[in-house]
């Protein structure tokens, strides 16, 4: 089991930057891959940013350029930075690791944290 905790959500005027956190209860050096997603009420679950173990990350194109997710190993932290925030990155942000054992994926959830942009 993985248990992930996420922290530093909160209200911010638009234009400004956020950093959330996503502690695991393991080495996240044993998750395959960790992500963040947002989701806002009534609409489906969207994935915001992924970082394999190895620190490689990748980003929808939607996504690109105001969102930077990064890694402590040390730390079993992965943090998502969020910058020149608008109205509409208002929304529950999940933190989210995949662990693969041969070929069995399983998924692990945080209980989110709400960013609210707005003036």
């Known amino acids: 089991q993985v248990q992930l905790v996420e922290s530093g959500g909160g209200l911010v005027q638009p234009g400004g930057s956020l950093r959330l956190s996503c502690t695991a209860s393991?080495?996240?050096?044993?998750?395959?891959?960790m992500n963040w997603y947002r989701q806002v009420p009534g609409k489906e679950r969207e994935l915001v940013a992924t970082i394999t173990s190895g620190g490689g990350a990748n980003y929808p194109d939607s996504m690109k350029g105001r969102f930077t997710i990064s890694r402590d190993n040390a730390k079993n932290t992965v943090y998502l930075e969020m910058s020149s925030l608008k109205p509409e990155d208002t929304a529950v942000y999940y933190c989210?690791?995949?662990?693969?054992?041969?070929?069995?994926?399983?998924?692990?959830w945080g209980q989110g944290t709400q960013v609210t942009v707005s003036s």
């Open positions: 393991t080495s996240i050096l044993s998750i395959n891959t």
């Open positions: 989210n690791a995949v662990k693969w054992i041969g070929l069995r994926r399983t998924n692990y």
